[in-house]
């Protein structure tokens, strides 16, 4: 594109962020039968395909937008501590959410199980980051794991960014893109 066609582009980004954002929010609480988005598989088989390209006139720029919680009913394994998946109960049922939470996540090697070491041409920018209610530490526990995953996949540059106004959603955008 001419550069005045992606600025056009651009400028319609918040509108459309928005608006969608919006759209999937409600047709997903209208379905009750919510299977997942299969983050983790995706990182494991299409990343490449879909998000990255050898050009170097090109940044590999790849934007998540997910409550933070990475779950798919088909994408459900575990290897000790190492999962493809977190969910407020998993959170729950190991303890996490409480005291020297980090200290049992670092010993424990809990994360993501990691299937690529390849992705150091990618950047990820993960928001709309929103945990749980009454989950206080689930917050701080997501952006540990999927720091530790996007590291271990050698993502060098990546934000993970909790739920905002959408003003501030923008500014964040601008901030990673520039």
């Known amino acids: 594109m001419k550069p005045q ?7 319609t980004l918040e509108e459309k962020f928005s608006g969608n954002l919006s759209k999937i929010n409600q047709l997903t609480i209208s379905q009750k039968n919510y299977i997942g988005s ?14 990255v390209t050898e050009d170097n006139n090109y940044r590999n720029i ?17 290897n000790n501590n190492r999962t493809t998946y977190i969910t407020p109960d998993f959170i729950g049922k190991e303890n996490l959410r409480f005291g020297k939470w980090k200290n049992k996540f670092n010993n424990g090697d809990y994360g993501f199980i990691t299937t690529r070491k390849d992705l150091g041409n990618l950047e990820v920018l993960v928001l709309e980051v929103n945990p749980a209610g009454n989950s206080l530490n689930d917050e701080d526990i997501i952006k540990e794991y999927l720091s530790k995953w996007f590291k271990e996949m050698g993502i060098k540059k990546y934000y993970i960014h909790n739920s905002n106004l959408p003003i501030n959603t923008k500014s964040r955008i601008e901030k990673f893109l520039k």
């Open 62 to 78: 790849l934007v998540i937008i997910t409550d933070g919680y990475v779950y798919h009913k088909d994408s459900y394994s575990r």
């Open 38 to 51: 299969d983050i983790w598989r995706f990182f494991k088989n299409d990343v490449k395909d879909y998000a």
């Open 5 to 11: 066609e992606k600025k056009a582009i651009f400028k």
